[in-house]
């Protein structure tokens, strides 16, 4: 009797431990897909493969955010591949900042170990978490939320990234709005902010001018899990979408899910742009369909002379929703830190803090 258990027991053991991975190294020459890379074979890994020798090395801040980012994510530490975290090294000489931006991927923890550094995010109930924090205090950026670093001294600050995936992407807001062919208008419409800043930027960063605005006229209705309790804990949800003539939902995120739109009445100018900055752009008319990555900032746009109407499903029960305007621009966030980290002048984002109710 004890031998047929003794069997079974080591049976057992032997394929639970056969089935673990231990580790899946980078295989740079595979391309790399939304799961990470394709695991490079045991026999080829070493102990350099886990082992990453370059945050011990200052960041160039001579560039026009005085600022620099040090990574060690997969693309270039192959032991972190599969395991769901990543670093980073982060410098900023006096006068610094790290703008406004989101990792789609990943939430990320950071510990300065010099100077101090002025840091916040914006829920997507749009409250304000802001600190400024000395060496050895560590603050948390909740996935896919818009937050920023300042440098909040006299001397140079250091802090190092810790984030919750080996690619926890990057989207730096104004390079997203403003380094890019998304046409001005576009900008306009989806924003709030005038063409002339618009037009500024673009050409401060490199994007290319368009020329025409529109009025806001739009609603979304949801029936996430607040809503609608039957999809709690189903990983899905919905909501309707409906644009007047010139309607428009603004520059937002879901933090918390990827959509799909399905247009059934009406013509729609829809978009996203991606962690490498590039746009996506499509007109989409009745019957077509268009998917938004989590966490990227994207809009939709009335792009016809009649009433619009579609249909959003989420990868998630309750997919968060952050508006741009109103996380920049709706709350008690000081006008100097919207400034540093938007590049946008003081007298616009004061209009828009008249416009939209925000103070300070």
Do not use: W
Not at 34 to 57: E, I, M, N, R
Not at 180 to 209: E, H, M, R, Y
Request: glycine share 10%.
């Amino acid at each position: 009797m004890f031998f047929p258990i003794f069997f079974t027991f080591v049976l057992l053991l032997s394929t639970s431990h056969a089935a673990v991975q231990d580790f899946c190294v980078a295989d740079y020459k595979a391309p790399e897909g939304p799961a990470g890379y394709s695991c490079k074979k045991p026999a080829k890994v070493t102990v350099d493969d886990f082992v990453f020798s370059g945050l011990g090395v200052a960041g160039n801040t001579t560039n026009i955010i005085k600022a620099a980012v040090t990574p060690a994510f997969a693309a270039q530490f192959p032991g972190v591949n599969g395991l769901g975290i990543s670093l980073a090294r982060l410098d900023l000489a006096p006068g610094g900042v790290i703008p406004f931006h989101t990792h789609p991927g990943a939430s990320e923890v950071l510990l300065v170990t010099q100077g101090a550094i002025v840091a916040g995010f914006i829920s997507s109930a749009n409250t304000v978490y802001l600190k400024t924090l000395k060496k050895g205090d560590i603050m948390v950026f909740p996935q896919g939320l818009l937050h920023f670093q300042v440098n909040g001294g006299g001397s140079s600050a250091v802090a190092f990234v810790s984030f919750s995936s080996p690619s926890p992407g990057l989207q730096i807001l104004d390079f997203a709005l403003f380094q890019n062919d998304l046409p001005t208008s576009l900008v306009a419409s989806t924003t709030f902010l005038d063409v002339a800043q618009i037009k500024k930027l673009k050409g401060v960063l490199g994007g290319i001018a368009g020329n025409t605005t529109n009025i806001i006229k739009a609603a979304v209705t949801p029936a996430f899990v607040a809503q609608f309790p039957g999809v709690n804990g189903l990983g899905i949800s919905l909501a309707r979408l409906d644009l007047a003539v010139d309607g428009v939902i603004p520059f937002h995120t879901h933090p918390g899910a990827s959509e799909i739109l399905i247009v059934v009445e009406g013509t729609i100018c829809a978009g996203f742009v991606s962690s490498d900055n590039t746009v996506y752009l499509q007109t989409l008319e009745t019957g077509d369909s268009m998917v938004f990555p989590q966490g990227l900032l994207h809009f939709q746009v009335n792009g016809g002379d009649t009433p619009a109407l579609a249909f959003v499903s989420f990868s998630s029960a309750s997919p968060g929703l952050q508006i741009l305007d109103f996380a920049l621009f709706k709350n008690d966030l000081p006008t100097s830190l919207i400034a540093q980290t938007t590049f946008l002048d003081v007298a616009q984002i004061k209009k828009l803090k008249g416009v939209l109710g925000g103070t300070n």
